[in-house]
Every structure is written in C-alpha cells, then in structure tokens.
C-alpha cells in the first residue's frame, strides 16, 4: 500500500511538472512565432498551411527594417523618454516612500490610503486630462510631454514604502544620536539597503516607459519624434501589413528590455521576495 501511494504521489507531481512544462511553452509560442516570421519572405508569411519554419532564413529583413524607418531617431527618443522615467521615479517614488514609511504627519495612512485607491482608476481615463495639461504647457512634440506623466507611480511609492517597512529603526535611531538628519538618514541608510527594491522598480519603469505605445502616439505628429513602438506600428496601413519587417522590428526593440532584466534579475529577484505587507 506504501509503494502505492508513493506511486500515485509520484505520478500526480510528474503530472504537475509536465502541465508547468506546457504552461512555460505556451508562454514561448507567440515569441517564437515572431521571431519566426521575422526571417520569412512577404509572401510566405501568408501561405496555407502556414508554416513554423522559414524555408530560407532571410537574415536581411533585420537590417532592411531598420532602414526603412528612421529607428536610429526612434532608439534614441525612446531611450531618453525611458531614462527620464527611471531617473524620475527611483527619485520622487523613493522621498514619497519614505515619507509615508517613517515619518509622522497628520492624516498620512489617509492619505496613502487614497493614493493606493487611484490605483483602480483605468489608465485610459486620464488620458484626455494629461493631454489637455500637456498642450496647455506648449509642450507637444517634445520630450517633456513623454516623460512627465512617468515621473512618478503609485505602485512604485508602495512598492519601496513596504520595503522602507522591513528596513530596522534601530539603524535610524542610533544615526540620530549621533546627530544625522533626515536627510543623512534617507541618503545614506535607506537608499543603500533598499538597492533590490530600487533595482526592481528601475526595471518596471524602464520596461513600462520603453513598451509604451498610446501616449507617445498621442502627443507627437512629428517622424522625428516618435518612439519605438509607435515605429513598429507604423509598418501597418490601411491596406496591408508588412508582417516581416514588423516582427524584425519587434525583435530588435525587445533586446534591450530583455537585457536589462537579465543584468538587474538578482536584484530584481530580491527585491520582489523582501518586499512584504508590512505596514
């Protein structure tokens, strides 16, 4: 009866990698079908049955898509937009976390409370707001119109408030003693020990700045402009799609995100597991 219990437990966790196994696959799936159709002709990309595998690998739509669209000037505005972001939140999320994580001023849990609640509320639904805001400023077609809205997020103010959390006071208390300010505090004892939640929320900004399509298609008219995906984008028209300069394109825009999750992904993994609901 032992042997046959250890049997059925061994089948039933075979059963549960296999299904992991399947789940991460078809995770893959739509990857590697870009990836795929980037090397394949125009016209094969449209045969039936379609195929998985190019019949000749056409290494050249790489190259050819990054001419036929300035995705030099693209690259570059993408990389100040994200930039801008990262540099902006690590510094405006970071002084609003530590407020509310340690110190004492009236109504502060209220108010963190209605920050958290803004969290409900559809992206989509503020954005004629931020428009009429940004063009109010003059500021259409410029970079400030890209990455002003990003400066800050309230997921990234709770993500390091609850890392502050777990950080110990004693390590304040005995600064104070020896005459620090809050300041000297911030600078020199709370930022260098929240490096994984800091690292953690430089990537989601980067990957949320350099992924983002709607705004930057919003507030810029001009080629000289726009970001990488909206140069993505414009590989389709009204008429037809050019499916393997697109998925070429596609690749070569998601290199750097996966980059630089690969570098940042210890402190990426830390920061997601120390990160409690402390508080």
């Given at each position: 009866?032992k ?7 061994r089948f039933?966790r ?6 992991l ?8 799936i ?7 159709t980037?090397l ?6 449209y045969?039936?049955p379609p ?7 056409k290494?050249s739509n790489f190259?050819?898509?990054?001419s036929?669209?300035p995705f ?5 505005n993408t ?5 801008m972001?990262v540099?902006g939140?690590?510094t405006?999320?970071?002084m609003?976390a530590?407020?509310?994580?340690r ?8 108010i963190f ?12 639904v503020t ?17 400030w119109?890209l990455?002003t809205p990003?400066?800050s ?5 709770f993500l390091?408030?609850?890392?502050f959390?777990t ?6 208390d ?7 300010t809050?300041?000297?505090i ?16 430089a990537?989601?900004?980067?990957m ?6 709607l ?5 810029t008219?001009r080629?000289?402009m726009?970001?990488v995906e909206?140069g ?12 393997p ?11 750097p995100?996966?980059t630089?999750f690969?570098l940042?992904?210890k402190?990426?993994v ?7 609901l402390?508080g």
């Amino acid at each position: 009866m032992k042997a046959h219990g250890d049997n059925v437990k061994r089948f039933g966790r075979l059963f549960v990698y296999l299904g992991l196994i399947a789940l991460a696959l078809s995770m893959l799936i739509p990857f590697l079908w870009m990836l795929s159709t980037s090397l394949m002709d125009e016209l094969e990309v449209y045969q039936f049955p379609p195929r998985f595998i190019p019949s000749v690998f056409k290494w050249s739509n790489f190259v050819e898509a990054m001419s036929l669209q300035p995705f030099g000037r693209f690259f570059l505005n993408t990389m100040i937009v994200a930039a801008m972001s990262v540099l902006g939140q690590l510094t405006f999320c970071s002084m609003a976390a530590y407020a509310f994580a340690r110190l004492q001023f009236k109504w502060r849990d209220k108010i963190f409370a209605l920050y958290l609640a803004t969290m409900m509320i559809p992206a989509i639904v503020t954005i004629i707001p931020a428009f009429l805001i940004v063009n109010a400023f003059g500021w259409i077609n410029t970079y400030w119109a890209l990455f002003t809205p990003t400066l800050s997020s309230v997921w990234g103010i709770f993500l390091l408030r609850q890392f502050f959390l777990t950080i110990p006071r004693d390590l304040e208390d005995a600064a104070r003693v020896d005459g620090a300010t809050e300041l000297t505090i911030f600078w020199k004892i709370i930022l260098p020990l929240a490096k994984p939640a800091l690292a953690t929320l430089a990537i989601f900004a980067f990957m949320t700045s350099w992924k983002d399509f709607l705004w930057p298609l919003i507030v810029t008219n001009r080629v000289d402009m726009r970001t990488v995906e909206v140069g993505i984008a414009n590989f389709s028209n009204l008429y037809t799609t050019d499916w393997p300069h697109q998925m070429a394109a596609a690749v070569v825009v998601m290199l750097p995100i996966v980059t630089a999750f690969l570098l940042a992904q210890k402190y990426f993994v830390k920061g997601i597991t120390m990160t409690g609901l402390k508080g």
